[in-house]
């Protein structure tokens, strides 16, 4: 009996040390991939290269120059910590020194390590740490680094997506950042509340533009995301603007127009901190109207009151959010901009505006050095 408990015990301690052991495998493996783990398989890999380019060098020295050396010194600034990166330079000196010794004094048409080949491999070092240096201060992944940017522009994509509506209705968004950057100070936020029947809509202008205003359209578009249908229509904008005014940045105000859309009677609010006024077609008269609500920007003074309008979307009716990258310019005016606009989206009626968004900034504001958004959403006839 006592036999089989003490291996019944045994068994039981073989398994948590095995478990013990699958749990830290696995967390280094994560680490490793995720860019928080060592680099010593990094290093240990450029560190090998280093005597083999040697090798090759002393080998054939036509086909393998000295400044074949740069080639690892230029990888480790892109994946090494600093810490490691100076190991890794040490050894390309010791490399450049054997060279030199080996093949010679400098002949004219005899392959060696001149000047010029040291000076060539230090400036990439020096580079190199720079690099490393700077990874290592802003804590950027040393092997994800790209992917980061890459997840946030995506972030920021998905954030910005327009749940689907019934049948009878057609929205869609085109964004278009300043100088041709992936990130942008523009961004839209939406959710269907009210047990799917309201549509609720936030297109928001961050100060400044590109990736100037980037970081702080994530934050806000997250916050906003998180306010949204979680506060009652009116009291959406008060609270951004609590939120927006707690950050305290130096350039921290922004523009924002809300949409409230009941998508059975077509009846909708609209919302503005500040934010240009929306443009509604009217498909009995094929006439825009300015929808222009009042409302202070956001994140200047606490307390401020923002007042809605009223209107209703009826069948073939259209209604367009836009940021003033679309139709402010500095040859003209904004209600030139507008006009413009407005001219230009007469000849999508016919199509419905199906695919009229992306259109639109190119035929309205394609080189404009500012973001630009423009949301549609149409009631079909």
């Given at each position: 009996?006592?036999k089989?408990?003490?291996?019944d015990?045994?068994?039981?301690r073989?398994?948590?040390?095995?478990h013990?052991?699958?749990?830290?495998?696995?967390?280094?493996?994560?680490?490793?991939?995720?860019?928080?783990?060592s680099?010593?398989?990094?290093f240990?890999?450029?560190?090998?290269?280093?005597?083999?380019i040697?090798?090759?060098?002393?080998?054939?020295?036509?086909?393998?120059?000295?400044?074949?050396?740069?080639?690892p010194?230029?990888?480790?600034?892109?994946?090494?910590?600093?810490?490691?990166?100076?190991?890794?330079?040490?050894?390309?000196?010791?490399?450049l020194?054997?060279?030199?010794?080996?093949?010679?004094?400098?002949?004219?048409?005899?392959?060696?390590?001149?000047?010029?080949?040291?000076?060539?491999?230090?400036a990439?070092?020096?580079?190199?740490?720079?690099?490393?240096?700077?990874?290592?201060?802003?804590?950027?992944?040393?092997?994800?680094?790209?992917?980061?940017?890459?997840?946030?522009?995506?972030?920021?994509?998905?954030?910005?997506?327009?749940?689907?509506?019934?049948?009878?209705?057609?929205?869609?968004?085109?964004?278009?950042?300043?100088g041709?950057?992936?990130?942008?100070?523009?961004f839209v936020?939406?959710?269907?509340?009210?047990?799917?029947?309201?549509?609720?809509?936030?297109?928001?202008?961050?100060?400044?533009?590109?990736?100037?205003?980037a970081?702080?359209?994530?934050?806000?578009s997250?916050?906003?995301?998180?306010?949204?249908g979680?506060?009652?229509?009116?009291g959406?904008?008060?609270?951004?603007?609590?939120?927006?005014?707690?950050?305290?940045?130096?350039e921290?105000?922004?523009?924002?127009?809300?949409?409230v859309l009941?998508?059975?009677?077509?009846?909708?609010?609209?919302l503005?901190?500040?934010?240009?006024?929306?443009?509604?077609?009217?498909?009995?008269s094929?006439?825009?109207?300015?929808?222009?609500?009042?409302?202070?920007?956001?994140?200047?003074?606490?307390?401020?009151?923002?007042?809605?309008?009223?209107?209703?979307?009826?069948?073939?009716?259209?209604?367009?959010?836009?940021?003033?990258?679309?139709?402010?310019?500095?040859?003209?005016?904004?209600?030139e901009?507008?006009d413009?606009?407005?001219?230009?989206?007469?000849?999508?009626?016919?199509?419905?505006?199906?695919?009229?968004?992306?259109?639109?900034?190119?035929?309205?504001a394609?080189?404009?050095n500012?973001?630009?958004?423009l949301?549609l959403?149409?009631?079909r006839?």
């Amino acid at each position: 009996m006592a036999k089989g408990a003490a291996t019944d015990s045994f068994k039981a301690r073989t398994r948590r040390a095995l478990h013990r052991a699958r749990v830290a495998v696995r967390k280094s493996g994560v680490d490793y991939f995720r860019g928080d783990g060592s680099d010593w398989i990094a290093f240990a890999g450029l560190l090998l290269t280093i005597p083999a380019i040697t090798l090759a060098t002393l080998a054939t020295p036509v086909w393998c120059a000295p400044t074949a050396l740069v080639l690892p010194i230029v990888a480790g600034g892109l994946l090494l910590r600093p810490a490691s990166l100076l190991g890794l330079y040490a050894a390309a000196a010791v490399a450049l020194i054997v060279e030199s010794v080996k093949l010679g004094p400098y002949t004219e048409g005899a392959p060696t390590v001149t000047p010029g080949t040291v000076l060539t491999v230090a400036a990439c070092g020096f580079f190199g740490l720079l690099i490393a240096q700077f990874r290592a201060r802003v804590g950027v992944p040393w092997r994800r680094g790209g992917t980061m940017l890459f997840d946030l522009r995506e972030r920021i994509r998905v954030q910005s997506a327009l749940p689907r509506l019934p049948g009878a209705w057609h929205r869609e968004m085109a964004l278009r950042p300043a100088g041709g950057q992936s990130f942008s100070g523009d961004f839209v936020v939406a959710a269907r509340t009210n047990g799917g029947r309201t549509l609720e809509v936030v297109l928001t202008d961050v100060s400044g533009k590109g990736m100037d205003a980037a970081s702080r359209a994530l934050l806000l578009s997250g916050a906003f995301g998180g306010l949204l249908g979680s506060l009652p229509p009116h009291g959406f904008l008060p609270a951004a603007n609590g939120y927006l005014l707690r950050q305290d940045w130096d350039e921290g105000f922004a523009t924002s127009i809300h949409l409230v859309l009941d998508l059975e009677s077509g009846d909708y609010e609209l919302l503005s901190a500040g934010h240009l006024p929306a443009l509604q077609l009217h498909a009995g008269s094929g006439r825009w109207e300015e929808m222009d609500a009042e409302g202070p920007l956001l994140g200047v003074y606490d307390g401020a009151e923002f007042h809605p309008v009223k209107g209703t979307l009826r069948p073939g009716d259209v209604l367009m959010l836009f940021t003033d990258g679309l139709v402010e310019a500095a040859d003209r005016d904004i209600a030139e901009g507008i006009d413009r606009l407005t001219g230009e989206a007469d000849r999508y009626v016919a199509t419905g505006f199906e695919g009229a968004a992306w259109h639109l900034i190119e035929a309205c504001a394609k080189d404009v050095n500012d973001d630009r958004a423009l949301l549609l959403i149409s009631r079909r006839a």
